[in-house]
């Protein structure tokens, strides 16, 4: 065998898995996370985290109808002390864990309705008023961007004890007057403004 020919099948061998290289990197490794982005494969959301290391919890939802502190209560058993934020998006919704953490409570809540608690440290995390058909369950370790449920509907059925009701007597997802994420975030036991995280 000729050195030529030798040289030719080393050169076509370099080709081949320069080729190679090439086709994975850009049918199998096209996302390329930066400091500012990240990608949750699950269910292709692309999430935004902000400088202070977390992410909104209802992607694509952003409008504010009820904000933390002191408000005029909008329905029968709502407090007039407002412990979260409410986020205005329809039932269905995806929402996401603001954070990597574990999951520490998923039930019907009072007030809240159907919750999800997700914990980070001394950080508490909670997701009210949410889809009763629950796709984690306690002590789930989740992800920052994976989807942890769903706005759940205005009515719910039967919930023992559940004391909620709407103007026509039908039992409510907690107090709520329609659907909607109450976001809410306690440190160390104590509830803040979870906007303070995205300032």
């Not at 030798?6 to 050169?11: A, E, L």
């Not at 992410?55 to 009820?66: A, E, H, K």
């Not at 002390?81 to 409570?105: N, Q, V, W």
């Not at 370790?141 to 009701?165: A, D, E, R, S, T």
């Amino acid at each position: 065998m000729s050195s030529s020919f030798f040289m030719f099948s080393i050169k076509s061998f370099i080709c081949f898995i320069v080729f190679i290289s090439i086709f994975i990197s850009i049918f199998f490794f096209p996302i390329f996370p930066d400091q500012f982005k990240s990608y949750s494969s699950t269910n292709s959301i692309f999430i935004n985290i902000n400088s202070s290391g977390y992410v909104w919890p209802s992607p694509g939802y952003n409008t504010i109808t009820s904000y933390f502190g002191y408000r005029d209560s909008p329905t029968s058993g709502a407090s007039s002390y407002h412990s979260g934020i409410d986020i205005g998006a329809p039932e269905g919704s995806k929402l996401i864990a603001i954070t990597s953490g574990k999951i520490t409570f998923a039930d019907f809540l009072g007030g809240g309705g159907y919750t999800i608690t997700l914990t980070s440290g001394n950080i508490k995390f909670t997701y009210c008023h949410v889809s009763p058909y629950y796709i984690v369950k306690v002590g789930d370790y989740v992800y920052q961007g994976q989807v942890i449920g769903y706005v759940g509907p205005k009515n719910v059925y039967g919930v023992k004890g559940n004391q909620y009701k709407d103007e026509d007597g039908n039992p409510t997802n907690g107090a709520t007057t329609g659907p909607h994420l109450h976001f809410g975030v306690r440190v160390d036991g104590d509830y803040i403004n979870p906007l303070s995280l995205f300032d």
